[in-house]
């Protein structure tokens, strides 16, 4: 199959290059409004009992719980001329909206507006329920208080709530998108001149990573038609497009270099390199996108936005690696090391050309054969770092994003702020407790509202609320709702006996929900991504025992970054790394979902390239216990410096996104470009080798019906075969 896609490229270059512009051109103007199609929220699971009661106070009574919130704060304290003039003002034009509902504050709620008073009596609220889900309400609170905001006679206004916290986050991301991409790309270039040298050869995984971004984009487009996504997929996009497309190339331009060093004509170089480096490539990608699609187990489309972008990235980054690649290496040739900047270097220097390149005296190589000298120390040792890394992760937290995911200069975080430390009760805290059908017994709902009102916590029930066969009661309360108490009282109201079934909803509802469902979905995701990556490494390797080993060190690595994520972004040490971060004492729980089945699938990346090189020097050997560690080594040191700049390129992409002044998305890059570089080098350079050290002969074995299945299924691209009675490579 590979052979044949390097004759197609061969023999028709410029139709084949002409035809993938257009489709490119094309794919490059449909996608390019993605983002205007794509929303800001999809955290919640639609069938949970907090999402059917938002469904049914917005179907039945038209309302829902407070989601804005304007503080009003005046020098002269909230009961001034002014700030009751301001506050009078607000409260009307957001009642002139016909999305707005529930508008409350503290100079029309009466005696109940005195929770709306700050401590200090300089500052007071004006609280709001806009319509909509989490996509349409924001743009919609945006649009009414826009406006209203800033300055007015001395009187300050500023928004919060979660509508705010959405619009914010939104901007935020999109604006540090950009700025990543301005990082990143640069970045990235000069690396990939650093590396190969040429400016030919550095340009190549570039069109390859924006040929994969520009496609995903069209695919987001076209998948927003008839599904929610979520806008924080562009970030996946970009990372994923970039550092996919970098790797993929990375390997196939190499080894395409290689060739041409060893005395093959382009067209032969072309053809080997698809049929090894793009073997490894074709394996590699089926490892990420496999890992990728498990988060569709998750009913929250912030998730599952993530596996169709990721998906999408790896399928077209890899069409860009095995179709337009040996087509664009046909055309380039023997020039691919033209334009060679670092021999300008050199000669500027006064220092003599490069020596003839030999892996046994390349760093990898010995630094491999190092290892498995003292395999067992040298791997315990490294083991019990991983594991001490990791612990922190025994004590992780999990809750929802509030507020405090933006920087302290934005609006919402510092309206948050100021309900947490200045007001006598949150104003946004109640929980709503929702009865579809009261009908059997309509005469309880006093009693059951008493009920409420006597659970630990609550400060007051409103009255129950009609609407045909249903009711509904707001539970006010004194505690902040990401808190353990708020979540308890959540539940202390699930338990309170009534005589009809209750749905409760509200921030905290949502929040222990959407926690809870994440929790039952994560063992199958995990099932798959196990057996999804076991399955298709035995079809690349034939063998029973690196499957295993790929797992047992992939997980090993991982739950050290995931002991790091929590050290700094959970208990708050180490603040000086990320500048304006606010931690919470918990992290967002889709984050350590959507980090480990991107990191598994990225670890497996190397994992792929390393183990192809290995298995084809062990092919091509004895097949003795010297021969396997031979084969280790020389696989290393073939693919140690490619991996390793991989890793430093794919890392740089992530440093970028770790940039973000939105926490969780700081998460997100800070723990994904330090699994890539751990995994690259400390697991790929010590634990991968002393496993196989000492393992030897029994790396490469399966049994018999196995090894059978293997030689009928797993693709072979030009490789021998093993002999008869021989632990199986493939």
């Known amino acids: 199959m590979l052979t044949r896609l390097a004759d197609l490229g061969i023999r028709s270059p410029r139709r084949i290059l002409a035809l993938g512009l257009i489709v490119l051109v094309v794919l490059g103007a449909f996608g390019i409004s993605a983002s205007r199609h794509l929303h800001s929220g999809g955290f919640n699971s639609p069938d949970s009992d907090s999402s059917r009661a938002a469904d049914l106070l917005q179907t039945r009574f038209h309302t829902g719980e407070a989601n804005l919130i304007l503080e009003v704060t005046a020098p002269d304290g909230a009961d001034s001329t002014a700030a009751r003039a301001e506050g009078r003002r607000l409260v009307e034009a957001i009642e002139r909206s016909p999305y707005a509902d529930r508008v409350s504050s503290y100079w029309t709620a009466g ?74 790309i640069p970045i990235t270039v000069v690396v990939l001149i650093w590396v190969f040298g040429s400016v030919v ?68 170089a072309v053809r080997h390199t698809m049929q090894t480096a793009g073997r490894a490539v074709l394996f590699s990608a089926l490892t ?31 069409l860009a690696a095995l179709v337009l690649l040996p087509v664009l290496l046909t055309l380039v040739g023997p020039r691919i090391d033209a334009l060679d900047l670092r021999a300008g270097v050199r000669r500027l220097l006064g220092r003599p050309p490069p020596q003839p390149w030999e892996v046994e005296r390349s760093f990898w190589y010995r630094f ?47 309206v948050g702020d100021s309900m947490r430390e200045r007001y006598p009760t949150n104003a946004i805290a109640s929980l709503e407790v929702v009865a579809p059908d009261v009908s059997s017994a309509p005469g309880a709902l006093a009693g059951y509202a008493r009920d409420l009102a006597g659970l630990p916590g609550v400060t007051s029930v409103t009255p129950p609320a009609r609407s045909g066969d249903a009711a509904y009661l707001s539970v006010a309360n004194r505690w902040d709702p990401r808190s353990d108490a708020a979540k308890q009282l959540v539940r202390d109201v699930r338990a309170t006996d009534a005589p009809w079934p209750v749905l409760v909803g509200g921030q905290t509802a949502t929040d222990v929900d959407s926690v809870d469902v994440l929790g039952e979905r994560l063992p199958l995701a995990i099932g798959w991504i196990a057996l999804a990556t076991f399955v298709v490494l035995f079809l690349f390797t034939g063998s029973l025992l690196l499957p295993l080993k790929a797992l047992v060190l992939n997980t090993l690595s991982l739950s050290a970054t995931f002991g790091a994520m929590v050290f700094i972004f959970q208990d708050g040490h180490w603040p000086w790394l990320f500048g304006d971060l606010t931690t919470t004492g918990y992290l967002v729980p889709t984050m350590p979902l959507l980090m480990f089945c991107v990191a598994f699938g990225l670890s497996m990346d190397y994992e792929v390239f390393l183990l ?34 991989g890793a430093l390129l794919m890392a740089i992409v992530f440093a970028a996104i770790a940039g973000s002044k939105v926490s969780f998305m700081m998460l997100f890059g800070s723990g994904l470009a330090m699994a890539v570089l751990m995994d690259a080098t400390i697991v790929r350079g010590t ?36 002999r008869e009675g021989e632990p199986v490579a493939g």
């Not at 909509?132 to 800033?150: E, K, N, Q």
């Not at 919060?160 to 301005?182: C, F, I, K, P």
């Not at 080594?633 to 693919?639: I, K, P, Q, Y």
């Not at 496993?691 to 029994?698: E, K, L, N, S």
């Open 111 to 184: 005696r109940a507006g005195s929770a709306l008073r700050s401590d200090d009596g300089r500052s007071a609220l004006v609280v709001a329920t806009i319509a909509g889900d989490d996509s349409t309400a924001p743009d919609r609170a945006h649009d009414i208080v826009g406006p209203l905001l800033g300055e007015h006679d001395g009187v300050d206004v500023r928004a919060g709530g979660s509508t705010t916290v959405y619009h914010q986050v939104n901007d935020q991301t999109t604006h540090d998108l950009a700025r990543a991409e301005m990082i990143a």
């Open 201 to 268: 050869a550095s340009l190549l995984p570039l069109a390859v990573g924006l040929t994969a971004i520009v496609g995903t984009l069209a695919i987001l487009r076209a998948l927003s038609m008839v599904t929610d996504v979520s806008i924080y997929a562009l970030n996946m996009t970009t990372a994923m497009g970039l550092a996919l497309g970098i790797d993929y190339s990375l390997l196939i331009v190499y080894r395409y270099r290689e060739q041409l060093r060893a005395g093959d004509e382009p067209a032969a």
């Open 288 to 318: 990420v996108a496999l890992s990728l699609a498990a988060m569709l187990v998750f009913p929250v489309y912030f998730l599952r936005s993530f596996a169709y972008a990721g998906v999408a990235v790896v399928v077209l980054a890899t």
């Open 368 to 414: 491999a054969r190092w290892t498995m000298r003292y395999a067992v120390p040298v791997g315990l040792a490294v083991i019990a770092l991983l594991v001490a890394v990791g612990l922190p992760f025994l004590h992780a937290r999990f809750g929802y994003p509030d507020e405090r995911v933006l920087p302290s200069t934005a609006s919402a975080h510092q």
């Open 612 to 645: 192809s090189r290995i298995r084809e020097e062990w092919l091509a050997g004895g097949r003795t216990t010297a021969d396997n560690t031979r084969a280790v080594a020389l696989g290393l040191g073939r693919t140690g410096r490619i991996v390793t700049a």
């Open 687 to 722: 634990l991968v080798p002393a496993f196989m050290r000492v393992a030897g002969r029994w790396n490469w074995w399966a049994p018999g019906p196995l090894a059978r299945l293997h030689d009928r299924i797993g693709l072979h691209e030009g490789s021998p075969a093993p």
